[in-house]
């Protein structure tokens, strides 16, 4: 589980601000909110709320960043990182990005750190709480050699070969840990991490992001139970009772259908087939429906082109949160209500914080009716973006603000108590007429 995360110069953040997921008190909803890990405790959602353009969706794009920086092997020495730091200020355009991300696998805390630019991972460093905080490594690179000075602490344990394989294999554009995924090194705690950032650090979910492909594939390969799935979706559409994926083999004699009906998608399934005749299978998501005809029940079957689009995102989140009902995950999403009705939108969160352990959710919205209910929130789930004039941005929380208990936050938000609100003018638009006229 993630404890904080730390961003400085990227994107809209210019000075450092901490996403902190630590939990204040012992107090309100505890064990519902909350996970009590040795003795961390540790908030299982965060809510981030701002008008457009006020950097929420910057939040879960450094993390997304973070986490492919240090996983990406497959640079070459030329390849540039994807380094973005604050635009609107000249002191800061060739200045370093700083992330440092604080979490916990089992009960052990981490603290990994990255300082780079756009030609060189600068500073690197791991520690490891046991229970104080001690080095794995840190790392320095030579701007004007490349070269990389690896120093290793004490809990780090390796002889001069292994470390020179592995300074060896690690570009001065690459992390430690993607030069220790290009070597038949073992080394427990790399891999202890590599294994978390895979797979309980889960990619960004965007509103276009397509989930759909992904779920199905997990599907037909028997990845992932459909219980969960079909539970959900018939939340989404009470008539859906069954979603199933079979595979369908493109041939030349199918496509021919398409030809009339659907010539671009005709043409580039002709050409994908001629380059690639090995990707010959398609896989058809079918959902079952049961309705009631003339007082007699029947099943219909409806492929996915003929569902809505809030059913299809429904159906990729409840899929995607069906593989962290057993394990361990971090989900971070982009504006979650995209193409959701409300009752839903609250359905998924519900179901997510009453069925997973030792998960988060990490979401941006629009939706500030989510607040509403005050007495059923803990403050510091709430976080709130608001642009400066200077174009940066300002991360701070509910539980930052001085305010009433008895207030509703729903009711304070709307009306600007909390900031992070658009400053919209007028909707008339004067008549102005043209000088010729």
């Known amino acids: 589980m993630i404890l904080k995360f730390k961003i400085k110069n990227h994107l809209s953040f210019k000075n450092e601000v901490v996403l902190d997921f630590v939990a204040t008190k012992k107090d309100k909803h505890f064990n519902f909110f909350c996970e009590e890990i040795g ?204 979603a199933f994926v079979h595979k369908t083999e493109i041939t030349i004699e199918l496509l021919e259908g398409l030809k009339e009906r659907e010539p671009i998608l005709y043409k580039k399934a002709i050409e994908m087939l001629e380059k690639h005749p090995e990707d010959n299978i398609a896989l058809d998501l079918i959902f079952e429906h049961l309705v009631k005809n003339r007082s007699k029940k029947e099943l219909f079957q409806l492929p996915e082109s003929l569902e809505s689009a809030g059913t299809l995102r429904y159906f990729g989140l409840s899929g995607v949160l069906s593989e962290i009902i057993n394990r361990t995950g971090v989900l971070f999403i982009d504006e979650l209500e995209s193409s959701l009705h409300p009752d839903l939108l609250n359905h998924f969160i519900s179901t997510f914080m009453l069925n997973t352990k030792k998960s988060q959710l990490i979401f941006t919205s629009h939706y500030y009716p989510l607040l509403e209910d005050t007495d059923e929130l803990r403050k510091d789930i709430v976080w709130f973006t608001e642009k400066r004039e200077d174009g940066s941005t300002e991360l701070y929380s509910l539980k930052d603000i001085n305010i009433r208990s008895s207030l509703n936050y729903y009711k304070a938000y709307k009306t600007g108590k909390f900031g992070a609100k658009p400053f919209v003018g007028s909707a008339y638009i004067p008549n102005i007429e043209s000088k010729d006229e």
Request: net charge positive; hydrophobic share 35%.
């Open 39 to 242: 003795k961390y405790k540790v908030l299982k959602i965060a809510m981030l709320f701002g008008p457009n353009a006020s950097g929420k969706s910057n939040i879960l794009y450094a993390l997304n960043t973070f986490r492919n920086i240090v996983l990406n092997d497959k640079l070459s020495k030329n390849d540039t990182i994807a380094h973005i730091p604050f635009e609107f200020d000249s002191s800061t355009q060739n200045a370093p990005t700083f992330f440092e991300l604080e979490f916990l696998v089992d009960e052990t805390k981490f603290s990994y750190n990255i300082e780079f630019n756009d030609k060189f991972i600068l500073h690197e460093n791991l520690y490891v709480y046991s229970p104080k905080k001690a080095k794995f490594f840190s790392r320095i690179t030579n701007v004007k050699t490349g070269e990389i000075n690896l120093d290793l602490g004490n809990k780090f344990d390796i002889g001069d070969i292994d470390k020179r394989t592995l300074t060896g294999n690690t570009l001065h554009n690459m992390t430690i840990l993607s030069g220790y995924n290009k070597t038949s090194l073992q080394i427990k705690v790399f891999d202890i991490i590599n294994e978390w950032l895979n797979y309980n650090l889960r990619p960004i979910v965007r509103p276009d992001t397509e989930l759909k492909e992904y779920i199905k594939d997990k599907i037909y390969n028997k990845k992932i139970k459909t219980n969960l799935i079909e539970d959900m979706l018939h939340n989404a559409d009470f008539n859906v009772k069954r």
